[in-house]
């Protein structure tokens, strides 16, 4: 790879408009044989990251890591509630009522069980989840046309999002039985050390993974709606409600959109994707499968803990890519705005 990039890629150096990019900066553009297209990037030394190479997507999955590492340690206490609700509604009937029973049988430390499992866990996912996502969008772009693209563009990000959280889950499936087991069954290892032993000893690798398909009807369908939720806000809000270019935005005008984007995707994606969250947590019990779960618990109650986890969700996903986005701000690094329609499907659409 590091051979391909060094004989066929050519560089020069393009002044650019102070409204496109800031002041004293340049655009590098590289020009690829596989590609028609120009891929820019940023730079204020005359070597900056661009678009599609190495080192964005190194970025991207730095990006990713901290994201869903931190926002999912943030919210740990609610996520414990929240599967404590669906592991055992009779015991725990409400948010508050958890809330409640969890201090008095366990104290303020007890909300954060799991951590370490959260943190590793959903860092290893960040990485592979945003990485690859945008590795794909970009890939798709290159073997479409403008026009295709912007057409299908929406199926293009549901495509690459569901590939992205398929492979990102394999890493996280462990680590998230694990978190789950230590916040809802009584006895269980506190520690990550001592879970592992003991799940490994009791019901050997396949233990790590018994959830891994139920973990993808989760996780899939959330991470779909996710990403195409966010990129299709994104572009409203800057067409509709903004009405102004994102280059012409400070730094945190353009961010506030991000958060504005994210919320909404979030609420969305925790609807979707409940009922499969519900029947994860339900799995962790002894001896549990999914049609057990299902005729244990009926259709109502995989709805179970709904609020508390579109809350939840929402904060998450507004706060990922308001991390997410500061990372590549922080990095410099080029931020294309949202897709237009092309001039020549402009030219197309307005003699059909």
């Known amino acids: 790879m590091n051979l391909i990039f060094s004989n066929v890629l050519h560089r020069h150096v393009e002044p650019t408009h102070p409204s496109s990019i800031e002041k004293g900066q340049q655009l590098i553009k590289w020009h690829s044989p596989i590609s028609s297209r120009r891929i820019t990037c940023a730079s204020t030394t005359g070597a900056g990251i661009c678009i599609g190479s190495p080192m964005y997507y190194a970025v991207c999955s730095i990006g990713g890591s901290l994201c869903c590492a931190t926002t ?25 009522d958890t809330l409640k029973i969890s201090l008095k049988e366990d104290g303020v430390k007890g909300l954060i069980r799991g951590w370490e499992a959260t943190a590793l866990g959903y860092g290893a996912q960040g990485v592979v989840r945003f990485g690859l996502y945008e590795y794909l969008k ?4 290159d073997w479409s046309n403008p026009e295709t693209f912007y057409v299908y563009r929406t199926f293009m990000y549901l495509t690459a999002a569901a590939i992205a959280e ?14 789950i087991r230590t916040q809802t069954i009584s006895g269980f290892p506190t520690s990550l050390r001592q879970a592992v032993s003991t799940v490994m000893a009791t019901e050997g690798i396949g233990g790590f993974y018994k959830s891994l398909i139920p973990l993808w009807g989760r996780q899939i369908p959330y991470t779909m709606v996710k990403f ?11 067409k509709s409600v903004v009405m102004r270019p994102r280059d012409s935005l400070r730094k945190s005008q353009q961010l506030a959109v991000t958060f504005a984007a994210g919320y909404t995707a979030g609420v ?3 609807i979707v994707s409940h009922p499969a969250d519900t029947i994860i947590s339900k799995l962790q019990e002894p001896g549990m499968t999914v049609a057990n779960v299902y005729r244990k618990i009926g259709f109502i109650g995989l709805w179970k803990g709904l609020g508390p986890r579109i809350l939840m969700i929402g904060s998450v996903a507004a706060s990922q890519w308001l991390i997410y986005d500061a990372v590549k701000v922080g990095f410099n690094i080029p931020r294309p705005p949202p897709p237009e329609l092309p001039a020549s499907l402009r030219v197309k659409l307005a003699y059909s």
């Open 72 to 96: 999912h340690l943030a919210i740990l206490p609610l996520d414990l509630i929240k599967c404590r609700m669906q592991v055992n509604s009779v015991k725990y009937p409400s948010l508050i």
């Open 138 to 141: 970009i890939k798709f772009a």
């Open 166 to 179: 398929m492979t990102a889950d394999i890493p996280l499936s462990p680590f998230e039985s694990i978190k």
């Open 228 to 238: 195409a939720t966010f990129e299709r806000t994104l572009e409203f809000l800057y």
């Open 268 to 270: 969305y994606c925790a």
